[in-house]
C-alpha cells in the first residue's frame, strides 16, 4: 500500500437500477419487450454446479498432471492457466483437462450436469425476450442445456470454429462461445490460441453492443484479447451502459478495474453477489419475469412439450399399436386428475387449483414481491385451506413487507405484516422481528414522541419474538441496533441508559451466534458513539472497548472494510486524547486500519475521509487534498450515505492543518 489514492473509483449500481435501466430500453409503453440485453459469461457464472474456476483447475488438475511434472512456475506476469495449459502437449491433452472437469460435475443419478439458477434464471429472460446474445468465455454446455431445458430454441455460434463473423445475422438469444466449447473441435485455452480468435471479437462486441446494455458476470477480467477488444471496441464510451458484476465485494482484475475507473464511459459496478444471488434479483424481483412453465406448471410443461410430437408412424401391415405419444399424455391427464383430486378444495369448480399449483403461485408471488398476486390468492382462501398453505402465504407477505419498508413504504410494510398474521405462522418470532424492523427503521426517520413510540413498539416485538425462541439471535441483534439508534439521537442521560440496553442485547446475540460479525462491528459503533460524548477515562475505556469489538469483527470476515475504518476512525479519536509518546503509533495503527479498508473497498466514502483526516494530522498536503478531492467526488455522486456519521470527524475538522488544506480546496 503506498498511501497514495487512486485516480478515480468506478461509479456503482445496484441491482434495482439495472433492473430500471433494462427495463426503459427494452420495454415500450411497459409492454412491449425488445432484446437488449448481452451477457458476458465468466466462470464464475457456472461455480455453484460444480463446474471449477480456472484457478482451481490449476491447483486440483493441471499442477498435479503427469505431464507437467517439473514445469517451472508461471512468472509474475503470466496468466498461470495458460501457462501451464501451454505446457500440455498436444490441444487433445488439454481438452481432456477440461472434459473432465465437466465430468465430475456431471450428476450420477441423471448422468447430466446441473443447472444452477443463474443460467435458469438468464435462461428465463431470454424465454421473455430481454435478451440479444450471451457471448460466454466458458467451455461448459449449461447455458445451451438450460434453454434446452425450458424448450427454448437452442442457436449456438462457436467462434473458434468459424473463419468469419457476419453482424446483424444472428437471432435474438442466441450463445456465441468466445474460447471454444468442450464437445467442439477447438478449445481456446493458451495464449496464442486466444489471440487466434481475437480478429472476431470486436466486431463481436460493436455488434451486439450497437443497441444493447452489457452485463458482465462471472468474468474477473483478466488481461486476455477477451477484454482487450472490449476496451478497445468502445474507447469513449458504451453506447447502452456497461454493468460489471463483481463476486460479492472482491474486484475485478486490475485491467477491469481501468476499464470502469474511467467513469465517463458508462461503466459501473456491482457488488455484493454472486451469479445466483444477482440474477435472482434482477430477473424474478425486479423484472418480474415468471419462472419457465417446467418449473410453475410440470405437469403442463410435460403436457405441452409432447404436443410438439407428431403421431407415432404405423407400419403398413399389422395390427394398429398404442401411440406412445398419447399414452404419456393419458398418464399427465392422470396425474393431472390426481393432483386435484388429492388438494383441499377451496371452490366447486372443475378447474379448480391443486393445492401444488397454489404453492407455486405463492412462491413464485413471493418472489417477485407481488402484492396484487398474493392478495389475488388470499381471496381463495377460506376455513378449508390447508395450515400448510395458510403458513405459505403468511412467509409470503412476510417477505413482500421487508421489500416495502426497505422501500420506506411504511404503510404498504404494515398492511402486509397485518395481513400475515391473519393467516397465521409456523414461525411467529420471525414475524415479530419483521414488524421490529419495520417499526424501528420508520422511528429512525420520525422525531420526538412519534420517534419514541415507534421505538418502544419495536422493542415490544422483539421482546416477544426472544420470549418465543430465547435463542435468536438475529432477535436480539436487531434489538440491539434499534436501542442504538435511539440512544443516537438522545440526550446524554437518557443516551447512557439506552447505550448500555443496546450493550446487552449485542452481548447476548454474540454469545448464541459468537461469529456474527455484523453484531460486533455494530456493537463497536455504538461504543464509538458514546465514547465521543464522553472525555476523560470514561471516553478512553469506551473506546478501547470499541476497538477490541472491531478487532472481533474482522477477525471472524477479515473482508469487512466497514468495520476497518470504524476501528481506525476511532483510534484517530483516541490519538485527539493521547498526545503523550504514544501518539504516533496510535496514529500509525489508525493509518493501517484505514488503508485495509480502502485496499478492500476503494470507493468506501468513510476510509477516503478518514485518510484524508491522517494525511492532515501528519501534515500532508498533496496526500490530503487528493483523498478530499475523491470523497467530495463520491459525495457528488450521491454517495455520502456510506458515511457512518458525519460527526465522526468534528474533533478531526478541528485540527488546524486539516481546517487549512480543507478551506483551501476550490469550490
Excluded at 395 to 414: L, N, S
Aim: net charge negative.
Amino acid at each position: 500500500m503506498t498511501g497514495k489514492p487512486a485516480s478515480s473509483a468506478p461509479h456503482e449500481a445496484d441491482v434495482k437500477r439495472i433492473a430500471n435501466w433494462v427495463k426503459h430500453q427494452c420495454e415500450c409503453n411497459g409492454k412491449k419487450i425488445k432484446p437488449c440485453v448481452t451477457f458476458l459469461l465468466g466462470a464464475g457464472f457456472s461455480r455453484s454446479a460444480g463446474i471449477p474456476l480456472a484457478g482451481e483447475i490449476v491447483e486440483d488438475k493441471l499442477k498435479p498432471h503427469f505431464l507437467l511434472e517439473g514445469t517451472p512456475e508461471p512468472g509474475p506476469d503470466d496468466n498461470a492457466y495458460a501457462h501451464y495449459m501451454r505446457e500440455l502437449n498436444t490441444p487433445s491433452d488439454r481438452a481432456q483437462v477440461i472434459r473432465e472437469c465437466i465430468d465430475e460435475a456431471v450428476d450420477p443419478n441423471t448422468n447430466r450436469t446441473k443447472i444452477n439458477w443463474a443460467h435458469l434464471l438468464l435462461a428465463s429472460m431470454v424465454n421473455a425476450g430481454y435478451v440479444k446474445y450471451i457471448l460466454t468465455t466458458n467451455f461448459d454446455p449449461l447455458t445451451v442445456d438450460a434453454l434446452s431445458l425450458i424448450g427454448y430454441p437452442v442457436r449456438v455460434f462457436d467462434l473458434t470454429a468459424s473463419e468469419f463473423y457476419l453482424a446483424g445475422t444472428m437471432a435474438p438469444g442466441s450463445i456465441i462461445y468466445l474460447h471454444g466449447q468442450a464437445s467442439g473441435p477447438v478449445i481456446a485455452n493458451t495464449v496464442s490460441e486466444t489471440e487466434n480468435v481475437r480478429t472476431h471479437l470486436r466486431i463481436v462486441f460493436q455488434d451486439a453492443l450497437s443497441d444493447s446494455t452489457l452485463i458482465v458476470i462471472g468474468y474477473s477480467g483478466a488481461s486476455d484479447p477477451v477484454l482487450q477488444e472490449l476496451d478497445g471496441g468502445f474507447p469513449h464510451n458504451f453506447p447502452n451502459a456497461l454493468y460489471w458484476v463483481a463476486y460479492e465485494d472482491h474486484l475485478p482484475h486490475n485491467d477491469a478495474m481501468n476499464l470502469l475507473s474511467n467513469t465517463r464511459r458508462g461503466a459501473s459496478l456491482v457488488r455484493g453477489h454472486n451469479a445466483d444471488s444477482f440474477m435472482r434479483e434482477l430477473v424474478l424481483e425486479h423484472l418480474k419475469v415468471d419462472l419457465p412453465p417446467m418449473v410453475l406448471s410440470p405437469c403442463g410443461y410435460a403436457k405441452d412439450a409432447l404436443a410438439r410430437v407428431l403421431p407415432f408412424p404405423e407400419k403398413d401391415e399389422g395390427p394398429e399399436s398404442i401411440d406412445p405419444v398419447e399414452a404419456a399424455q393419458a398418464e399427465i391427464e392422470r396425474a393431472i386428475e390426481c393432483l386435484s383430486e388429492g388438494a383441499a378444495p377451496v371452490q366447486e369448480s372443475p378447474d379448480e387449483p391443486s393445492s401444488s399449483n397454489l404453492s407455486m403461485k405463492i412462491a413464485m408471488a413471493s418472489l417477485k414481491g407481488d402484492r396484487q398476486a398474493l392478495d389475488a390468492i388470499r381471496a381463495e382462501f377460506n376455513d378449508q385451506t390447508s395450515d400448510a398453505l395458510c403458513n405459505q402465504l403468511s412467509g409470503a407477505y412476510r417477505q413482500t413487507a421487508i421489500k416495502a419498508y426497505q422501500d420506506q413504504q411504511f404503510v404498504e410494510a404494515y398492511q402486509l405484516l397485518e395481513e400475515a398474521e391473519s393467516l397465521g405462522s409456523d414461525e411467529p418470532e420471525w414475524l415479530l422481528v419483521t414488524w421490529g424492523k419495520a417499526l424501528s427503521d420508520q422511528a429512525g426517520i420520525k422525531v420526538g414522541d412519534e420517534s419514541d413510540a415507534l421505538f418502544e413498539t419495536a422493542y415490544a416485538k422483539y421482546a416477544e419474538a426472544v420470549r418465543i425462541k430465547p435463542d435468536m439471535h438475529e432477535a436480539w441483534y436487531n434489538w440491539g441496533v434499534a436501542l442504538s439508534d435511539r440512544a443516537q439521537a438522545s440526550d446524554d442521560e437518557r443516551a447512557a441508559a439506552l447505550f448500555e440496553s443496546a450493550y446487552e442485547k449485542y452481548a447476548e446475540s454474540v454469545r448464541i451466534k459468537p461469529d456474527k460479525h455484523e453484531a460486533w462491528n455494530n456493537w463497536g459503533t455504538a461504543l464509538s458513539f458514546q465514547a465521543k460524548a464522553s472525555d476523560g477515562e470514561r471516553a478512553a475505556a469506551l473506546f478501547e472497548s470499541a476497538c477490541e469489538k472491531y478487532a472481533e469483527s474482522v477477525r471472524i470476515k477479515p473482508d469487512k472494510h466497514e468495520a476497518w475504518s470504524n476501528w481506525g476512525g476511532a483510534l484517530i479519536h483516541q490519538f485527539h486524547m493521547n498526545q503523550g509518546p504514544h501518539a504516533d503509533a496510535i496514529i500509525q495503527s489508525a493509518q493501517e486500519k484505514i488503508e485495509e479498508s480502502y485496499r478492500i473497498k476503494p470507493d468506501y466514502a468513510s476510509a477516503l475521509f478518514n485518510l484524508a483526516c491522517i494525511s492532515a494530522l501528519k501534515a500532508n498536503t498533496g496526500d490530503t487534498v487528493a483523498w478530499l478531492e475523491q470523497w467530495r467526488e463520491l459525495e457528488s455522486n450521491a454517495c455520502r450515505h456510506e458515511l457512518d456519521d458525519e460527526s465522526d470527524f468534528d474533533r478531526v475538522r478541528e485540527d488546524p492543518a486539516f481546517v487549512a488544506f480543507y478551506e483551501s480546496l476550490p469550490e
